[in-house]
């Protein structure tokens, strides 16, 4: 009996023709595998087209809950913004990719694992480190990274072997989305001083577009995870949905921006992430509202760090359960809510509550009312500046003094 290898499968070119590639290299049979993280194919289309491939065996697995629970709702209350741009929403997806795909390789006893990644790009060390961490004795297998096919000798390959598949030439856009965001690639994109033409977007409308009129929303945060809307409870998976519909209609979430691969490559990439960038931005000020200055400034480091660690492939690494121990801690008090306006494009905190708030409006305000005693500001002063008024005056001292 053959032995077993399982691939993930997107239904794309790279992993229909890896398929094919695979068994005829490696002399295997080829389970598939399809996790749903809200990316919108139909997953019975997908295994349809593996078997007719000629997959042995293939998993539709629905995680799109667990994708939002237990990814996307970490990466919320460590604000990630890689590069203080991208939400890191592909990155999410890929250890909960890989892990279902060990998970697999365990239940079928199989020699190996394989994926669609590249060699040039990020998830090669998202996948790779992820498996090996799982399950070392796995062999892993790149069909992409191995065979150094450019699209159209994949095209070509695929006739060869008639393999189903509905790329063209036309289709010049290589895509991946998931409930957190829409990575698109390739064609024209690859020209930095050009600007992304309209049909490379999808999920969110031309800002000149959006409605002329703007629209305001209430997001309610418990214990630093959106919840509600307008008032209103939503599940996990929900709430993205409907996030990104109603941001997406106002333009916002597109992302234009030079980015540092993890393999040393610059990269322009474009995304769409209209649900991330609206929840962020909220989140990032209900803590404002609520951290002390110390926390809040301390906690900005930590958030760069832990996203640092999604981004490049870490996310097994144990420094990233230490981060989240002091993440979770600060989340603790982040309930509340932002009033956000939402138009062309553009996204606006214009208001926020919480029973945790350290506004005092008794010494912020300018009335007669406040309690603020004006004068204490002068001793604090004083003690402030000693350091650099000290420094100041040595090094006045010293230039004038002759040699």
Same mark, same amino acid.
């Given at each position: 009996?053959?032995?077993?290898?399982?691939?993930?499968?997107?239904?794309?070119?790279? $992993?229909?023709?890896?398929?094919?590639?695979?068994?005829?290299?490696?002399?295997?049979?080829?389970?598939?595998?399809?996790?749903?993280?809200?990316?919108?194919?139909?997953?019975?289309?997908?295994?349809?087209?593996?078997?007719?491939?000629?997959?042995?065996?293939?998993?539709?697995?629905?995680?799109?809950?667990?994708?939002?629970?237990?990814?996307?709702?970490?990466?919320?209350?460590?604000?990630?913004?890689?590069?203080?741009?991208? +939400?890191?929403?592909?990155?999410?997806?890929?250890?909960?990719? /890989?892990?279902?795909?060990?998970?697999?390789?365990?239940?079928?006893?199989?020699?190996?694992?394989?994926?669609?990644?590249?060699?040039?790009?990020?998830?090669?060390?998202?996948?790779?480190?992820?498996?090996?961490?799982?399950?070392?004795?796995?062999?892993? @297998?790149?069909?992409?990274?191995?065979?150094?096919?450019?699209?159209?000798?994949?095209?070509?390959?695929?006739?060869?072997?008639?393999?189903?598949?509905?790329?063209?030439?036309? #289709?010049?856009?290589?895509?991946?989305?998931?409930?957190?965001?829409?990575?698109?690639?390739?064609?024209?994109?690859?020209?930095?001083?050009?600007? +992304?033409?309209? =049909?490379?977007?999808?999920?969110?409308?031309?800002?000149?577009? /959006?409605?002329?009129?703007? *629209?305001?929303?209430?997001?309610?945060?418990?214990?630093?995870?959106?919840? $509600?809307?307008?008032?209103?409870?939503?599940?996990?998976?929900?709430?993205?949905?409907?996030?990104?519909? @109603?941001?997406?209609?106002?333009?916002?979430?597109?992302? =234009?921006?030079?980015?540092?691969?993890?393999? !040393?490559?610059?990269?322009?990439?474009?995304? *769409?992430?209209?649900?991330?960038?609206?929840?962020?931005?909220?989140?990032?000020?209900?803590?404002?509202?609520?951290?002390?200055?110390?926390?809040?400034?301390?906690?900005?480091?930590?958030?760069?760090?832990?996203?640092?660690? /999604?981004?490049? !492939?870490?996310?097994?690494?144990?420094?990233?359960?230490?981060?989240?121990?002091?993440?979770?801690?600060?989340?603790?008090?982040?309930?509340?809510?932002?009033?956000?306006?939402?138009?062309?494009?553009?996204?606006?905190?214009?208001?926020?509550?919480?029973?945790?708030?350290?506004? =005092?409006?008794?010494?912020? $305000?300018?009335?007669?009312?406040?309690?603020?005693?004006?004068?204490?500001?002068?001793?604090?002063?004083?003690?402030?500046?000693?350091?650099?008024?000290?420094?100041?005056?040595?090094?006045?001292? #010293?230039? $004038?003094?002759? +040699?």
């Amino acid at each position: 009996m053959k032995k077993k290898v399982v691939l993930a499968y997107s239904g794309g070119l790279d $992993t229909s023709v890896s398929i094919k590639w695979i068994q005829q290299k490696y002399d295997v049979n080829v389970v598939t595998m399809t996790i749903d993280v809200g990316q919108g194919k139909e997953l019975k289309t997908i295994e349809k087209r593996a078997i007719a491939i000629g997959a042995l065996k293939h998993y539709s697995i629905d995680a799109k809950e667990e994708f939002v629970t237990n990814y996307v709702f970490r990466a919320i209350k460590a604000n990630a913004l890689y590069e203080s741009k991208y +939400p890191v929403s592909s990155a999410l997806s890929r250890p909960l990719i /890989a892990s279902k795909l060990v998970d697999v390789a365990n239940k079928e006893e199989a020699i190996g694992v394989a994926h669609g990644c590249t060699g040039k790009g990020n998830d090669q060390v998202r996948f790779d480190v992820t498996i090996k961490s799982l399950n070392p004795d796995l062999k892993i @297998i790149a069909p992409v990274r191995e065979w150094k096919l450019s699209r159209d000798e994949e095209i070509k390959y695929a006739e060869e072997n008639k393999i189903p598949i509905d790329y063209t030439s036309k #289709n010049i856009y290589s895509i991946d989305q998931n409930l957190w965001g829409r990575s698109i690639e390739c064609g024209v994109l690859e020209q930095p001083d050009h600007e +992304p033409p309209e =049909d490379a977007y999808e999920w969110t409308t031309d800002p000149v577009n /959006a409605p002329d009129k703007p *629209e305001y929303l209430s997001i309610g945060f418990n214990k630093g995870v959106p919840r $509600t809307i307008n008032g209103k409870k939503l599940n996990p998976t929900d709430f993205i949905f409907k996030m990104n519909k @109603i941001a997406g209609q106002h333009g916002i979430g597109r992302i =234009d921006h030079m980015e540092n691969r993890l393999v !040393g490559i610059k990269s322009r990439e474009i995304y *769409e992430c209209p649900a991330a960038t609206v929840i962020l931005e909220a989140h990032k000020d209900l803590e404002k509202t609520i951290l002390t200055r110390h926390e809040w400034s301390f906690k900005q480091q930590i958030d760069n760090q832990w996203t640092l660690l /999604a981004y490049t !492939g870490l996310w097994m690494d144990p420094l990233r359960h230490a981060l989240e121990a002091f993440i979770n801690k600060t989340q603790e008090k982040v309930i509340g809510e932002v009033k956000v306006k939402l138009y062309k494009g553009s996204v606006q905190v214009v208001g926020r509550s919480s029973p945790y708030s350290l506004y =005092d409006l008794n010494l912020a $305000t300018y009335e007669s009312s406040s309690t603020f005693d004006q004068t204490w500001s002068i001793g604090f002063i004083e003690l402030w500046s000693m350091p650099t008024k000290a420094a100041n005056i040595v090094m006045k001292k #010293n230039k $004038t003094e002759k +040699p």
